[in-house]
């Protein structure tokens, strides 16, 4: 196997996350670079847009493997409680690498 091949073979992080105020365990994987350099954009503008969006894209059912939201869920999930968001969103930033609060970690990119 080349080098290039094993690289591009390892796969994102996956952890599952207890979230109690949902009576659910959910998935959550690492940020790709595309999607922490549009975390780290949308963050510095709108960061209630970027929470909501990471959320959406970084979230998945431990069962199923499958996304547990679409983009159609951005408005509900932007109007949830912020703490219950905030949280999950720290701990996709956690596991991306970034290990700060959001609103840090969007400064740092």
Known sequence: MKLADKILAVSLKQETLD??????????REMTVEQRLKFGEDAKK???VAMARLV??????P???KP???AA???????MPG???DRIVTEICR?????????EAAEKN
Do not use: M, Q, R, Y
Request: hydrophobic share 50%; aromatic share 10%; glycine share 10%.
């Open 19 to 28: 979230v109690p105020e949902w009576d659910a365990k959910i998935g959550i």
């Open 46 to 48: 709108w960061p209630a």
């Open 56 to 61: 959406i894209a970084s979230t998945f059912d």
């Open 63 to 65: 069962a199923t493997g």
């Open 68 to 70: 547990i939201f679409e």
């Open 73 to 79: 869920h951005h408005d509900a999930i932007v109007n």
């Open 83 to 85: 703490a219950v968001i």
């Open 95 to 103: 596991i991306s690498g970034l290990g700060a609060e959001p609103a």
